[in-house]
Structures are given as C-alpha cells and as structure tokens.
C-alpha cells in the first residue's frame, strides 16, 4: 500500500511541474514616437499576434502563446509600419520552447527601440 502511495504521489509531483511551464510570454507595447505605428506584429518564429494600430502615447498588451512551438531555442521579431518606413527588430530568447521571461516592455521611440525583460517570478 505504501508503494502504491509513493508511486501515485510521484506522479502527481511529475504532472504537477510539467503543467507549472508556463507557456506565454506579455508584451508591452507602447508608443512614444510621436506617430501612429501600424501593423505591428510580435513572432516567435512558429506563433505571431498581430496589432492594428497603436497612437502616439499609447500602449498596446499582447500575449504570445507558445503552443506548438518545438523544443528548441529561438527568439523574437518585432515588427512594425512607422512613417511609411517597416521596422524590423530581433531579440529575445527562449530555450527548448520555454520562454525564460514572463513579459517584455517595448518602447518605441522616433529613432529607438528599447526593450526591458521582466524575468519571470
């Protein structure tokens, strides 16, 4: 009886870690630019969300699910119309499909991108 025991909560401990992985990463988007950024698009490489239109002093929330995505490292691509100009920006990384931050916060100024992890608690 006590194996049975043991052998049921060792199971339980293992399901209990692997549904603990979370799976989704929140990116906060703001507008510091003085112009409205269009199109605005945020990928892991397999997943991307997409945003219409984001003001000028304006922050957009999106949240990048990582369903699918294959145990293997990767990034992020930020992506965006600004001025008539598109913008692409790299960063980030994730390892065996996990991401290691919780959410980003994604400055967008005229003529920089400043990016912030926020590490995951």
């Known amino acids: ?8 909560l060792a ?7 692997c549904l603990n992985l979370k799976k989704d990463t929140v ?6 630019s003085g112009n409205i950024i269009t199109d605005v698009v945020v990928s892991n490489g397999v997943n991307e969300i997409y945003t219409d239109t984001i003001k000028p002093n304006e922050k957009k929330s999106v949240v990048l699910k ?12 930020l992506q ?7 913008i692409i920006e790299n ?4 390892s065996n499909g996990i991401p290691l ?13 400043l ?3 926020i590490r995951k608690k």
Do not use: C, R
């Open 115 to 117: 990016i912030s992890e």
């Open 11 to 17: 199971l339980i401990l293992i399901n209990a870690s």
């Open 27 to 32: 990116f906060d988007i703001k507008n510091y």
């Open 80 to 86: 965006y119309n600004l001025n008539s100009d598109k």
């Open 91 to 94: 960063f980030g990384y994730y």
């Open 66 to 77: 990582f369903k699918g995505v294959p145990k293997t490292d990767g990034g992020y691509k």
């Open 1 to 8: 009886m006590k194996k049975i025991t043991y052998i049921v």
């Open 101 to 113: 931050n919780s959410s980003y916060e994604i400055k967008i100024e005229q003529d920089t991108i």
